[in-house]
Each structure stands twice: as C-alpha cells, then as structure tokens.
C-alpha cells in the first residue's frame, strides 16, 4: 500500500480560490469532493515506472502574467511558439489570460474558444455537460482527483452542429513563474458534423525550482464530426509532468491526435481514445525525444465499443543520455466490437550506451471477427545506414542527425500548423546534439 500524505491544502483553500473566481456552486463542491478523495485516493501505478517520490504537490500559488498587446509585441521566449498570422489564439501566462483572439466569422457561428474561467461564468450549462463527467473522472486515482480540486486554468472549446472550421485554433500556456503549477483543464468539443483542428503548446522555463503540471484534456467528436488535436510539450527540467488526454468518438465521427512531448523532467503520459460510435476512427501519433536522468512513461490506448471500428497508434522515441521511458501501445476490443480493427507501431531509437528504452505492444481482444496487429522495436542507430551515407561523403554526426529526423518525421510532419512543427523539429534538434 502507498503511504497517503495530508495534503497542504484544505478546504478554507479551495473555497476561496473557486469564490475568487465566481464559479458556480456547483463546481465549488465539486472541487471539495475532489480535494477529500485526493487525501484518500492512491497514485496511479504505471507500468514499470515507480513515482512514489515525484513531486505532484509542492508548489506556490501562481502569480498573474502580464498582458500582451498583440502578438506581433510578444515576448522573444515564446515568439516561435506561435503563428503571428493566425486569428484565433488564446495565451496563457502564468494561468491568466495574456492575449485573447477570435474571429468575428467564428463568434457569429457560434463557436465557442475561449478560457475556462470565462467558459463557467458564460456557458455554464455546457461546461458542466462535458467536465470530467464521462471521458476522465475525479475518483480515478489522486493525480485526478487533485487535478479536480486545485485545476488553476485551461481552455473550452465548442464547435456547433454542421459548424467547419478550416483553419486552426491555438492555445498557448506559458509557467513564466519558477515555482508556478499548471492544473490545466482542455475540453474540446465538437457536435454533430463539425470539424475543428485544435493546437496547445506547453512551455516553462524553470530549470532548478521543483513545480508540477498535472494537465487533463477531454475530447468529443459526436457523430460525423472531426477532430485533428496536436500539442507540443515542453516543460523545463523543475517541473514534474502528468499528462491525461483521452476522448471518446461517436457514429463515423474521427479523432487524430499529433503529440510531440519534449519535456525535459519526469513525465507520465496518458492518451486514450475510446471508439464508442460504428465507423469510429483514431489516429493516435506521438514523438518524444529524452535526455539528462529523466524517467518518462507513455501508454497510447485505443478502445473498441462500436462496430467497424479503426485505430492505428504510431509511437516514436528517441532516448539520449542516460535517460529512460516505458512506451505501452494497447488495443482493446470490447466483446461485441465486431470488425474492429487496432494497429499499432512503437519504434524507440537509443543514441547511448546510458539509455533505457522498453516499447510494449499490447492487444487485448475480446470479439472474433476483427483484425489486429503491432509491430515494436528496440534499438541503436543502424551502423549499415551510417556506413552508407558516410560513403557520400555525409560526416557520421550529420548521418546521425538526418536519420534521428528521417526516423521522427512520421509523426512530425503530422502536425496541422507549419510554425509549430519548425518548433518542434528545433526542439528535437537542441536535444540530440
């Protein structure tokens, strides 16, 4: 059994915070049901992967970011982060809104893009609908349950029946604080026959301060809806990471996710779809690149509940250094999910004799009539591609680099905003040097 540690929080905290920021009662007891099943819940238990000792409580009250003008004025830390051109963009700084644009075509559609304080006070009925109610719940283990009582910011996203939006909708949160938490709340919603393309990047920059982000995202695409969901994760060597974003997708609807996680400290991952709906689609895709001492675990999973189901998760790692990561691909067909069909491939390439890298295809299948396959590896850097492109002249350095590259770009080129995937590929470059 896990030792259960008080917590330094209690409910005269809570009761402020939600009543500072003029939420309804309802959300106000919800975070104090949370806050008492955090004191009781234990941790989750990822596979081969012991975060007893990890920090996912010490931190300090967050303070308020300053505003920025326009996005042309933006501070140079996070300037290649964003796209200048792109109307619909929210940042957050320190967990309060510095920058806040949405076109005028999408408000007079009726699409909702806007922070989740502002979402409870404004949408109230339509928050409550979709908030930790069906696809993750605050009675899971303690990271959820304290996600619930302490969540200090996040984003509501709601695209109306019919509703197409072409381009991209970015968020950007920015821990410009050392010591500042991010208990990051994402909805994504889209209605019937909608179609959104959504896109968060995570940043922080404190590289000695112990903080924590425990960061949860729901998705729904009802029937015939699409939903593309890319992010790009970067928290700094100080902050421990728990990451939670699942979905559920209904009749012929399809949820593709393109996740680059580059965090520089301990990191548990969590990304879940459930097909529920016939002819329900996922395309799952994440890239992580690990260096330093840090432990990562990264378990993908795809669930079948529908008829004609399909889901094809593509995992690629590249360790350095003396790090190490679990990287846990799942296919479950449920018993009455028939013609169901779960792909999986998960690839970790090791650049170190330090480095420790375990990839786990797993397909759990309870239904006869489907089709099912994965495909994992383990490895270095192959000495016959080397070899080859050393022969043309490229020096064995360079070679690594266009293979490390070559070998992410599945999943790189994945991503719907080309400014975010220049990002990501310096973020890979910085840490294969």
């Known amino acids: ?7 330094p929080y209690d409910e005269k905290y809570i009761t402020e915070y939600s009543e500072k920021h003029n939420e309804p009662a309802w959300m106000k007891e919800f975070r ?30 967050h303070a308020d970011g300053e505003k920025i003008n326009s996005l042309e004025e933006a501070p140079e830390a996070i300037k290649d982060f964003i796209d200048t051109e792109n109307e619909n963009v929210i940042i957050l700084r320190n967990q309060t809104v510095a920058y806040a644009s949405i076109s005028k075509e999408l408000e007079d559609q009726g699409v909702i893009f806007t922070d989740i304080f502002t979402a409870l006070r404004d949408h109230e009925e339509l928050v409550k609908k ?52 991010l208990f990051n709340h994402v909805i994504v919603v889209a209605d019937e026959g ?41 928290f700094a060597h100080g902050t421990t990471t728990y990451i939670n974003r699942r979905g559920i997708v209904q009749n012929n609807a399809q949820l593709d996710w393109a996740l680059g996680q580059m965090n520089e400290g301990h990191t548990v991952s969590d990304n879940e779809t459930l097909l529920m709906g016939n002819g329900s689609i996922t395309n799952p895709r994440t890239v992580t690149v690990g260096r ?14 529908g008829l004609d189901t399909d889901g094809v998760i593509s995992q690629r790692g590249v360790l350095n250094e003396k790090t190490t990561a679990i990287y846990n691909a799942i296919g479950k067909i449920e018993d009455g999910a028939t013609r169901a069909n779960a792909e999986q491939e998960s690839r970790v390439l090791m650049l170190s004799k330090g480095a420790r890298g375990d990839a786990n295809p797993i397909l759990l299948i309870d239904e006869d009539d489907v089709t099912a396959g994965h495909a994992a590896s383990v490895g270095r850097v192959d000495d016959m591609q080397l070899y080859y492109m050393q022969s043309r002249g490229i020096s064995r350095k360079e070679a690594e680099r266009l293979i490390i590259h070559g070998f992410l770009a599945p999943v790189v080129n994945e991503l719907p905003i080309e400014t975010i995937k220049n990002h990501l590929t310096q973020l890979i470059e910085g840490k294969i040097k």
Not at 292 to 305: A, D, L, P, S, V
């Open 32 to 61: 104090l049901e949370a806050l008492e099943l955090a004191n009781n819940l234990e941790l989750p238990k990822p596979d081969k992967t012991n975060i007893r000792r990890w920090n996912f409580t010490e931190f300090k009250h």
């Open 194 to 234: 909608s179609s959104v393309t959504y896109v968060e990047n995570y940043f922080s920059q404190n590289e000695t301060e112990k903080s924590v982000s425990n960061i949860v995202a729901e998705v729904y695409a009802h029937d015939n809806a699409y939903v593309s969901f890319g992010g790009v994760d970067h």
């Open 130 to 181: 979709y908030y930790m109610t069906d696809v993750v719940t605050k009675d899971e283990h303690k990271l959820t349950a304290l996600h619930a009582a302490l969540m200090n910011g996040g984003i509501f996203v709601y695209v109306p029946k019919n509703v197409k939006i072409e381009a991209p909708i970015q968020t950007l949160f920015w821990q410009e604080d050392n010591e500042d938490a």
């Open 1 to 7: 059994m896990t030792t259960l540690t008080k917590l």
């Open 292 to 305: 330093g001492k840090q432990t990562q675990n990264f378990t993908t999973t795809t669930r079948h509940y």
